[in-house]
């Protein structure tokens, strides 16, 4: 069956980075899109941007261009978000999601989240 | 991209029926048949309830039905049941590969 699995919890200081990992299986990894959302506490889901796994091309959301980094390693069909500059703001949950490729736009299967914690 | 906006809250007894509403713009939802929707209980994944507007997935019951009028799209539960009780989100292809989401609903059953 369809999954995507994501890499564990993580506390991280101001001004650091963090990667977060979600690896796939059950599906042929390019044929999908991987997208990554967030939620901070308390508040809504927030698109964060897309990577496609065929061609490693992306799409970032205008507020996370130049902070947000989305890449895919396909012989292990597993895809990253890296996220740098962390402050506060950027305690979330992070899930990815898969998006089938073609003329479809919804999210079909999720990762179980990982939690990031920006804490000094 | 401005979250599409939706109610706090929406809440319904056992048997009734409560409707969700997702208001957007031209750009997304009134711009595009892309609208779905999950349904996303606290500690777990998401889960895809509807999609292009009015599709159910395989394995999703048929008392989650949605629609589209304009900028708004709705979900509507039928015959409300315990289980029911989750946060709920709208979500749209917003053009320029971009994707938006709605601030959620959280659905009580009293």
């Known amino acids: 069956q369809v999954q995507l699995v994501q890499s564990g919890a993580e506390v991280k200081k101001p001004g650091a980075s963090v990667r977060v990992s979600c690896k796939t299986s059950g599906y042929t990894f390019t044929d999908y899109f991987i997208h990554w959302v967030r939620q901070a506490p308390g508040q809504g889901l927030e698109w964060m941007g897309r990577?496609?796994?065929?061609?490693?091309?992306?799409n970032y959301a205008q507020r996370f261009q130049g902070s947000v980094t989305m890449t895919r390693d396909t012989s292990i069909s597993t895809a990253y978000m890296e996220l740098t500059s962390l402050t506060s703001d950027d305690t979330a949950m992070y899930y990815c999601a898969r998006v089938p490729g073609g003329y479809a736009y919804h999210f079909d299967n999720w990762g179980q989240g990982t939690l990031v914690t920006v804490s000094s | 991209q401005s979250a599409l906006t939706q109610p706090p809250s929406a809440s319904g007894s056992p048997g009734q029926s409560v409707t969700i509403s997702c208001t957007g713009t031209n750009s997304d939802v009134g711009g595009h048949n892309f609208v779905s929707w999950y349904q996303h209980h606290p500690g777990k994944a998401p889960k895809l309830m509807v999609y292009?507007?009015?599709k159910r997935p395989s394995g999703v019951p048929d008392r989650f039905s949605a629609s589209k009028s304009g900028n708004t799209a709705s979900l509507t539960v039928s015959g409300l049941q315990a289980e029911d009780e989750a946060n709920y989100y709208c979500s749209s292809y917003a053009g320029n590969n971009a994707w938006v989401f709605g601030g959620g609903t959280e659905l009580t059953v009293l």
């Open positions: 292009e507007v009015n």
């Open positions: 990577t496609n796994p065929y061609s490693g091309g992306t």
